[in-house]
């Protein structure tokens, strides 16, 4: 999976025994957070009990985390899983520097569901 590709681009900052914290080194704003799971799975729904009690902890701490780091308005948790088959999260800060960008997934998003709820 894509993320997996990245894993030289990233720096380990956290683990437990079922996921990794990692912060991407080639993203250029403060506050991104990578969070993956140690195993290759493809679904939330094939968590084990030790990950699934793991992983609110993890997206709790690093929520907090970056907000405080780059002053966010908001922070987004995200595991979209389109296009990559392995469970992962993005802890996104939603900032001035990345508005758009967070406007343009929000956008898409929409659509989306514009489409689907018919």
Known sequence: CLLCEFNDN????????GWFVDIPRDFE???LYFIRCRRHIESLSEMN????SQIGSL???YSKKSQNEA???RV???SLG?????IHFWILPKTEENNDDVLLLKKAMG?????YRK
């Open 71 to 73: 002053k966010a308005q």
């Open 111 to 115: 659509q989306i569901l514009k489409r």
């Open 76 to 78: 987004l948790a995200m």
């Open 29 to 31: 704003f403060k506050g």
């Open 82 to 86: 389109l296009a990559d088959p392995h």
């Open 49 to 52: 009990e030790e990950e699934s």
């Open 59 to 61: 997206i709790q701490k």
């Open 10 to 17: 990233k720096q380990c900052i956290d683990q437990t025994s």
